[in-house]
């Protein structure tokens, strides 16, 4: 399997650059899943097990409230990193995936990609590394997401009694 799996590592964004015999260790711990279009990669609340990598499609990742009902808040295509919360010990998954085109992902075992984080530093620096900064970018467009969505609000500021 891992064989197959090396052309797919190499290709994600995400891994951009790692050298083969990293990939190779990547590749034993992870698989390819494909799901169609509608269907759901992962829900919010669900137990963090799996890291996904996004191969090929689109995925939109949602977040639910009580009373509000869910939201899109993302798009992620191919190259994302999907499922983040077993890579920080997160319990339960923070949001919901779904594909919105035929979506094919590299799912890896959370656990397994920890231990091999931990096993080989190198591994583990340039993964965690390379999740930061996805996060990082998932965080910004959040910003620029609040920013559309409450600029004028902001851009206005407090209102006082004096200026009615």
């Not at 064989?3 to 190779?24: I, T």
């Not at 999907?82 to 998954?93: C, R």
């Not at 594909?99 to 931990?118: F, H, I, M, N, Y």
Request: hydrophobic share 45%; proline share 5%.
């Amino acid at each position: 399997m891992s064989n197959k799996l090396l052309p797919v590592l190499r290709s994600l964004n995400l891994l951009h650059e790692l050298p083969d015999e990293l990939l190779s260790r990547l590749a034993t711990i992870a698989q390819i899943a494909d799901f169609p279009s509608g269907a759901v990669i992962f829900r919010q609340g669900d137990p963090a097990r799996t890291v996904y990598m996004v191969h090929d499609g689109l995925v939109s990742l949602e977040i639910c409230a009580a009373g509000v009902g869910c939201r899109r808040i993302l798009t992620v295509g191919p190259g994302e990193l999907l499922g983040w919360s077993p890579i920080l010990h997160q319990e339960q998954l923070t949001a919901t995936a779904r594909a919105l085109t035929p979506t094919s992902v590299v799912a890896a075992d959370g656990r397994q990609l920890l231990d091999l984080c931990e096993q080989d530093s190198r591994f583990g620096y340039e993964f965690m590394k390379r999740a930061a900064m996805a996060l990082a970018q998932r965080l910004n467009a959040t910003r620029l997401q609040l920013l559309n969505l409450y600029g004028e609000q902001m851009a206005r500021g407090p209102q006082s009694p004096a200026a009615d």
